[in-house]
Each structure stands twice: as structure tokens, then as C-alpha cells.
């Protein structure tokens, strides 16, 4: 760590005591809020910072703490160390209180209040902390932000949406009416509502269960819902899970494997179906990922296609106001979305609502995917410029004159591709914007791509609505 990066810890320290003691003004909220959005490291920091204080404050909130024994205990772990850590003597890579000093001050406590340690009942193991809490309304009981989850803790949300993080670093979000149970340190059950987890590699193996799923995480952002009637959804966005399915499933199930871009639906019964299309308001996002506002009414309801019944679970990803650059492409793939040029993406198009189609479908001569449009609305076909357009475009689009790149991620085919930052940033692929008016709700069918001239370039066409309405802001139009 260099003395900039010191600095910059030293500063988050002092804003988030100045903030936990209640004696931050505004100027330090916002610096702090700044501090937090901007830097990565700096949220990482911040994040075990309020998991280690939570944690003494829910451990010791009813105990007194003899200021001798405090002493004696502070002592004991050498006061000249510790403040040399913060001094930037030999900056830590994580500022944070040491564990002997919790230690000792626990040890001190209960010696303090005559209490052998050989006699004390344990605590129930603490594993996880609640970060942010949002309209959030209790079926019995009340948690706030900051508060410690222990093992054998059961979440009753009424309404409204929490989130947490496991201290391996799953982090979790609840939304609606939902019941969430801690069984360990690494897994959870629920019998009704709908969650969204976030798997780095230190929480591999996270398990949430279901009265009749199992779902492990194998490194992954996935989705579950059990609805009133007892069955589960399944969405599976980035990574892959283990799935076992059936009456309180154990490990020694049988299990399937669920890849990114694929969802399913298990019946009460364990019957599996596959799930067609899921909106991104379907499961809950994190605050801090959040998209702006999309339109009050959406405009793609649902999209289905003729070529997976049985076939497999893959499902088509509905995006509310949600293209910008670098947007998500395909569910099958890293690719993204960009504008061609620096000038960015057309201002029809900029928080366009769009759908996330399966790469793999232009292998599919006799594909028909169905978009059902709820509301009147332009929609879009983004269409690769190194492939024949198509028969069904050519007669029911037209061609608007301007262009989106596509940025394509690494693969084996072609290993030396990496993903760019903003407009124009290593487009590799040119796509024709072609658009038709829907003025009434209806379902359009989109047919097949045609055979591609060459192997590069060659990718499923992309998909995108707006209000009929145009965009009224300067700047470039599709009108």
C-alpha cells in the first residue's frame, strides 16, 4: 500500500467513526458517500469495518467493561503496535481493530462481570451483517442496518427490500414477502419469497434450500423464488449452480447443473419446466447496482421462442431501461453493447428497454422468437453487417441509417479479444439499426438469420423497444 492509498484509509476511518457516533455533518456524509461509490477498495474496507464494529456492539452492547480491565487488555496487545498501523508505520492491508484485541477485551469482560468462561453458553455464531435496509417493512420483530445475523436467525420481511453480506463475502437480497432462515455460515433456507445472491469465490458452495429445491453455488449470481403455491424459480445469471430437486432435497441428491442464461421452474411435485423469459424486475438488485428509472409501464411483456421445449433452459432476459454502454449483449455470452464512435449511442436508444437473447440461436434455421409488445412502441433489430439481412427484416423493418457496436468478449475462438470501457471502445462487430413502429399492443415474430458470409462477426441479431414517442433532448436521433 503506497501513502496515497494510506491516506485514503486513514480518511475512511475518520468518516465512518465520525458517522457510527453520530458526529458527521453533512459535508463528511457526502464526502464518505462519495468516497464509497467511487472506490472499490475503499467499499470493500468500509464493509468490514461495519462487520467488525456491528459485531463487538451486538457481542457487548449489555456488558460492562471495568476501565482497568479495558486497560489491562489493551495493554496486553501493545497500544504502541496499534497505532502504528494507523500511523502508516507499516500500513495493514485492511485497517480494522486485531482479533487479539477482541479477544482479550471479551476475556475482560466476562471476568468483569464474574463470569467463567467454562460456564458461559455460547453466543450464537454471528456470520453476516444487514448493509442496507429500503422501505423495509417486519412481519414481527425489527432489524436495522448494521445489525449482526447469527446462525439459526430467521428473516421475516413483510414488504420492502434488505440486503446483506455473508462474512465470506455472499451477498444477498431480499425483496417482498419473504421468509429467510441462516442455517450456517454458508447456507440459508427459505420457504416463500424471492432472493438474489452474489457469489464471489470465497462463498463457493453457498446453499439456499427450498421446500423442494437445493440450489449450491458454484461461483455465480443467481436468482429464487417460491411463490404461494410452493414452487421454485431458478435463474441462473452469471456462473453456474448444482440444482437437486424433490421433497427436502439432501446432499446426496441428484443434482443438475444450471449454466448462465439458463432458468427453471420446480413444481410442487418436482416436476422441472423450463422458464421462457425473465424481466430484470423479476429478482432484486443491490441499491448500489441499480439502473435510473425506467418507463412507468413496461413495454415488453413477455418472449418466447419455437425451438426449446425440451431442448433446454435457457431464457430470454427482458431489461428494463436498461441499455448504455457496455450493456450486457446475450445471456450465453460476456459480450456487450456500444456505440460506434465517441459521440455515444442514439438518444432513442439510451435507456432503451431490450432483450438478451441466446448467441447460439443463429445456428437455428427455423427459429421464430415472439416479442409480446404491452404498450405502442419502436422496435428495434440490431442486425450484424457481415451477414445477408434476412427476407422477414427487410420486409417488416427499416433500415434507419445508424449503426451499434458490438464488443466481444474472449473465447476460444477468439482468445485475444478483451472488453472495453465506453463509447467506441474495442467495437469489434457492426450492427445495422433497423426499426418498425408497433402502434398497437400486438406479438411480433422474428424470424431466423440468414447464413453469415464469414465466421467472424457472425452473432445472434439484438432486440430493443422505446416509446413511440421520440427522445426530445439534443443530440442524435433514429427519427
Same mark, same amino acid.
Given at each position: 500500500?503506497?501513502?496515497?492509498?494510506?491516506?485514503?484509509?486513514?480518511?475512511? #476511518?475518520?468518516?465512518?467513526?465520525?458517522?457510527?457516533?453520530?458526529?458527521?455533518?453533512?459535508?463528511?456524509?457526502?464526502?464518505?458517500?462519495?468516497?464509497?461509490?467511487?472506490?472499490?477498495?475503499?467499499?470493500?474496507?468500509?464493509?468490514?469495518?461495519?462487520?467488525?464494529?456491528?459485531?463487538? &456492539?451486538?457481542?457487548?452492547?449489555?456488558?460492562?467493561?471495568?476501565?482497568?480491565?479495558?486497560?489491562?487488555?489493551?495493554?496486553? @496487545?501493545?497500544?504502541?503496535?496499534?497505532?502504528?498501523?494507523?500511523?502508516?508505520?507499516?500500513?495493514?492491508?485492511?485497517?480494522?481493530?486485531?482479533?487479539?484485541?477482541?479477544?482479550?477485551?471479551?476475556?475482560?469482560?466476562?471476568? $468483569?462481570?464474574? @463470569?467463567?468462561?467454562?460456564?458461559?453458553?455460547?453466543?450464537?455464531?454471528? /456470520?453476516?451483517?444487514?448493509?442496507?435496509?429500503?422501505?423495509?417493512?417486519?412481519?414481527?420483530?425489527?432489524?436495522?442496518?448494521?445489525?449482526?445475523?447469527?446462525?439459526?436467525?430467521?428473516?421475516?420481511?413483510?414488504?420492502?427490500?434488505?440486503?446483506?453480506?455473508?462474512? +465470506? $463475502?455472499?451477498? @444477498? /437480497?431480499?425483496?417482498?414477502?419473504?421468509?429467510?432462515?441462516?442455517?450456517?455460515?454458508?447456507?440459508?433456507?427459505?420457504?416463500?419469497? +424471492?432472493?438474489?445472491?452474489?457469489?464471489?469465490?470465497?462463498?463457493?458452495?453457498?446453499?439456499?434450500?427450498?421446500?423442494?429445491?437445493?440450489?449450491?453455488?458454484? $461461483?455465480?449470481?443467481?436468482?429464487?423464488?417460491?411463490?404461494?403455491?410452493?414452487? +421454485?424459480?431458478?435463474?441462473?445469471?452469471?456462473?453456474?449452480?448444482?440444482?437437486?430437486?424433490?421433497?427436502?432435497?439432501?446432499?446426496?441428491?441428484?443434482?443438475?447443473?444450471?449454466?448462465? $442464461?439458463?432458468?427453471?421452474?420446480?413444481?410442487?411435485?418436482?416436476? @422441472?419446466? &423450463? /422458464?421462457?423469459?425473465?424481466?430484470?424486475?423479476?429478482?432484486?438488485?443491490?441499491?448500489?447496482?441499480?439502473?435510473?428509472?425506467?418507463?412507468?409501464?413496461?413495454?415488453?411483456?413477455?418472449?418466447?421462442?419455437?425451438?426449446?421445449?425440451?431442448?433446454?433452459?435457457?431464457?430470454?432476459?427482458?431489461?428494463?431501461?436498461?441499455?448504455?454502454?457496455?450493456?450486457?449483449?446475450?445471456?450465453?455470452?460476456? #459480450?456487450?453493447?456500444?456505440?460506434?464512435?465517441?459521440?455515444?449511442?442514439?438518444?432513442?436508444?439510451?435507456?432503451?428497454?431490450?432483450?438478451?437473447?441466446?448467441?447460439?440461436?443463429?445456428?437455428?434455421?427455423?427459429?421464430?422468437?415472439?416479442?409480446?409488445?404491452?404498450?405502442?412502441?419502436?422496435?428495434?433489430?440490431?442486425?450484424?453487417?457481415?451477414?445477408?439481412?434476412?427476407?422477414?427484416?427487410?420486409?417488416?423493418?427499416?433500415?434507419?441509417?445508424?449503426?451499434?457496436?458490438?464488443?466481444?468478449?474472449?473465447?476460444?475462438?477468439?482468445?485475444?479479444?478483451?472488453?472495453?470501457?465506453?463509447?467506441?471502445?474495442?467495437?469489434?462487430?457492426?450492427?445495422? /439499426?433497423?426499426?418498425?413502429?408497433?402502434?398497437?399492443?400486438?406479438?411480433?415474430?422474428?424470424?431466423?438469420?440468414?447464413?453469415?458470409?464469414?465466421?467472424?462477426?457472425?452473432?445472434?441479431?439484438?432486440?430493443?423497444?422505446?416509446?413511440?414517442?421520440?427522445?426530445?433532448?439534443?443530440? &442524435?436521433?433514429?427519427?
Amino acid at each position: 500500500m503506497n501513502d496515497d492509498e494510506t491516506e485514503v484509509f486513514r480518511r475512511l #476511518h475518520d468518516l465512518a467513526a465520525a458517522e457510527l457516533d453520530g458526529s458527521a455533518t453533512l459535508d463528511e456524509k457526502a464526502e464518505l458517500k462519495a468516497l464509497l461509490r467511487d472506490d472499490p477498495a475503499s467499499r470493500q474496507l468500509y464493509v468490514e469495518y461495519i462487520q467488525d464494529t456491528a459485531g463487538l &456492539r451486538w457481542s457487548f452492547a449489555h456488558t460492562t467493561i471495568p476501565i482497568n480491565d479495558v486497560q489491562l487488555a489493551v495493554d496486553h @496487545v501493545t497500544t504502541e503496535a496499534f497505532a502504528g498501523e494507523f500511523a502508516g508505520e507499516r500500513p495493514p492491508s485492511r485497517v480494522r481493530l486485531r482479533w487479539a484485541a477482541y479477544l482479550a477485551l471479551a476475556a475482560s469482560a466476562l471476568i $468483569g462481570a464474574g @463470569v467463567y468462561l467454562r460456564d458461559a453458553a455460547p453466543p450464537p455464531q454471528s /456470520v453476516a451483517v444487514l448493509t442496507r435496509a429500503i422501505d423495509a417493512v417486519w412481519e414481527e420483530g425489527e432489524l436495522r442496518e448494521l445489525d449482526r445475523l447469527h446462525v439459526g436467525q430467521a428473516l421475516e420481511l413483510k414488504s420492502g427490500q434488505v440486503e446483506m453480506i455473508f462474512d +465470506t $463475502g455472499v451477498e @444477498v /437480497v431480499l425483496q417482498g414477502r419473504t421468509h429467510f432462515e441462516i442455517r450456517s455460515t454458508d447456507s440459508a433456507f427459505s420457504n416463500r419469497g +424471492t432472493i438474489s445472491a452474489r457469489v464471489g469465490s470465497d462463498g463457493k458452495g453457498f446453499t439456499i434450500d427450498t421446500p423442494n429445491a437445493r440450489v449450491i453455488d458454484l $461461483g455465480t449470481e443467481f436468482g429464487v423464488a417460491i411463490n404461494e403455491a410452493g414452487e +421454485t424459480e431458478v435463474a441462473v445469471f452469471d456462473g453456474k449452480v448444482d440444482l437437486a430437486v424433490g421433497a427436502a432435497p439432501s446432499d446426496q441428491a441428484a443434482r443438475q447443473e444450471l449454466v448462465q $442464461g439458463e432458468a427453471i421452474r420446480v413444481g410442487v411435485d418436482g416436476q @422441472v419446466d &423450463r /422458464v421462457t423469459a425473465i424481466a430484470s424486475d423479476r429478482f432484486p438488485v443491490s441499491a448500489s447496482l441499480r439502473p435510473g428509472v425506467g418507463p412507468l409501464l413496461p413495454i415488453i411483456r413477455d418472449v418466447s421462442d419455437n425451438i426449446r421445449v425440451g431442448d433446454s433452459n435457457k431464457f430470454y432476459r427482458i431489461v428494463r431501461s436498461g441499455l448504455h454502454e457496455d450493456s450486457p449483449a446475450f445471456v450465453d455470452r460476456k #459480450h456487450q453493447w456500444n456505440s460506434t464512435d465517441k459521440q455515444g449511442l442514439p438518444l432513442d436508444l439510451e435507456g432503451a428497454e431490450y432483450v438478451m437473447p441466446f448467441n447460439d440461436d443463429k445456428f437455428h434455421d427455423g427459429l421464430k422468437v415472439s416479442v409480446d409488445v404491452a404498450q405502442p412502441a419502436t422496435l428495434y433489430v440490431f442486425y450484424s453487417d457481415s451477414m445477408k439481412p434476412p427476407k422477414w427484416l427487410q420486409e417488416e423493418f427499416v433500415d434507419t441509417g445508424f449503426d451499434v457496436g458490438l464488443d466481444e468478449s474472449q473465447s476460444v475462438y477468439h482468445k485475444n479479444f478483451k472488453l472495453g470501457v465506453g463509447p467506441g471502445e474495442n467495437v469489434d462487430t457492426i450492427f445495422s /439499426v433497423w426499426k418498425r413502429e408497433i402502434r398497437t399492443p400486438q406479438v411480433v415474430e422474428l424470424g431466423a438469420v440468414e447464413s453469415h458470409r464469414s465466421g467472424f462477426g457472425y452473432n445472434m441479431y439484438g432486440i430493443a423497444t422505446a416509446p413511440l414517442e421520440p427522445a426530445k433532448n439534443a443530440g &442524435r436521433n433514429l427519427q
